[in-house]
């Protein structure tokens, strides 16, 4: 129970359920409380606690039975799980995938009636995941002053909202990719639920425009706040030291992409396709592509990879969660890529910033907002799907080593200016004490 006079603040996650995060990427909850670091979630946790804001970051799980509270290690902040309610688990019961986009996709081949009623019990499910009166008695426990939701796109943004007002708490809510709906009921209720919340974070300048095209939203009520990152403690290793170790060799040039194997979302396929053809036109040099991260097409990659064959390739399938051996992955590599198709703020591109290195990227939502200003932020920004494009990017990096180390600096430079927890950490602190918590 929270006896400090600081203000308390209650993170929610995305999506129903926490396994469904942790199981994709192969984390326990174990590893998740005592290890895992970065992201969302915890570099919001260490940019309000520099500030004087302390947070509890509220799960919601089908594996507890009862409220149980936790210490995330890194933080200090706690985890309080709260168990899904039984309604939620027998909607669920007939759902091979929550989350698919049609009723076949989360039921599977059905029909008639049946595929009526289980088309409403999918848009339900949703509203059905958030046990709102055990959420409130934990809230008030804790000394909850605000309620801070991961995405406003979603069941459980309306869900906290109405609590919110029954409990004349300020909700807010962020952007992390989420501008899709998956439920029916969100059409109607979404603007009022977004009318009714006290504000909203997002960092990409596209979305704000979106959200105040589409909801009419007043600019008071939302702040352009970029996702935090721990600059201060991510730097490069002895890049030399780094290869020996992971067995690159040192006159090998080197690409990296670490992040979650969702071959469509992350534009994994296309970085395939750009590495072929920057072999076929380099194939005198020793290069390499080193991919690291897993994900629900994991086995996917790898057929593809075995299908195209492509020289050079080293693949770590496994969510890497200690931050000392991220490092030295991006300090063995010299650019690193984000291929992706669809992002909210992406953070492993300033995580490989913050080591020195360059980045091409594709214009992923969030991705130009990082590189504002072009080249000197550090990156090369290219269409998205254009594997020639990102080739030849990619080839302008590796084929003029002194411009690649120079744009390192520069994204280093940038990292420190605008990603870092003391220079994220005021400015929400400054938007929430405006919005009245």
Not at 238 to 265: E, K, W
Not at 298 to 310: F, S
Request: glycine share 8%.
């Amino acid at each position: 129970m929270n006896t400090q006079t600081q203000p308390t603040i209650a993170l929610l996650h995305w999506g129903d359920l926490i396994e469904d995060f942790l199981d994709t990427i192969g984390v326990s909850f174990e590893s998740f409380c005592n290890e895992m670091t970065g992201g969302w979630l915890f570099g919001y946790i260490d940019a309000l606690r520099l500030v004087g804001v302390q947070t509890v970051l509220f799960c919601i799980s089908a594996r507890v039975t009862e409220v149980m509270r936790y210490t995330h290690q890194p933080t200090g902040a706690t985890i309080c799980v709260l168990p899904v309610p039984k309604i939620y688990q027998l909607a669920r019961r007939p759902m091979l995938n929550p989350y698919g986009w049609t009723v076949t996709d989360v039921f599977g081949d059905v029909h008639g009636i049946r595929r009526r009623l289980l088309g409403l019990l999918r848009d339900v499910a949703p509203y059905l995941a958030t046990p709102l009166r055990l959420l409130a008695h934990e809230l008030r426990r804790e000394g909850c002053q605000a309620i801070l939701c991961q995405e406003y796109e979603y069941a459980r943004f309306d869900a906290c909202v109405l609590l919110g007002q029954l409990m004349r708490l300020p909700v807010f809510a962020t952007f992390q990719g989420g501008d899709f709906q998956l439920s029916r009921l969100e059409r109607p209720l979404r603007p009022l639920t977004i009318k009714a919340c006290a504000g909203l974070i997002v960092a990409t300048q596209t979305e704000v425009q979106r959200v105040q095209s589409h909801y009419g939203v007043p600019s008071t009520k939302l702040a352009r706040i970029f996702n935090p990152m721990d600059v201060a403690n991510w730097h490069a290793m002895d890049r030399s030291q780094a290869r020996v170790a992971l067995g690159i060799p040192l006159n090998a040039q080197v690409v990296i992409y670490h992040g979650r194997v969702d071959i469509h979302r992350k534009g994994l396929d296309i970085l395939l396709d750009a590495w072929q053809q920057v072999l076929c036109d380099r194939p005198e040099r020793d290069l390499r592509l080193l991919l690291v991260g897993t994900g629900s097409d994991a086995d996917k990659l790898r057929q593809r990879l075995a299908q195209m064959q492509l020289a050079g390739v080293m693949w770590t399938d496994e969510y890497v969660r200690d931050r000392t051996v991220i490092q030295r992955y991006l300090s063995a590599a010299d650019v690193y890529t984000l291929p992706s198709r669809h992002e909210g703020f992406p953070v492993a591109p300033i995580e490989a910033m913050s080591c020195s290195l360059p980045v091409v990227a594709t214009d992923a939502p969030g991705v130009p907002d990082i590189f504002e200003g072009g080249e000197v932020s550090g990156g090369l920004v290219v269409p998205r799907g254009d594997a020639t494009a990102l080739a030849l990017a990619l080839g302008r990096m590796l084929d003029n080593e002194t411009w690649m180390r120079e744009l390192g600096k520069l994204a280093r430079c940038r990292a420190e200016e605008c990603f870092s927890l003391e220079a994220i950490g005021q400015q929400l602190h400054d938007f929430f004490m405006s919005r009245g918590i």
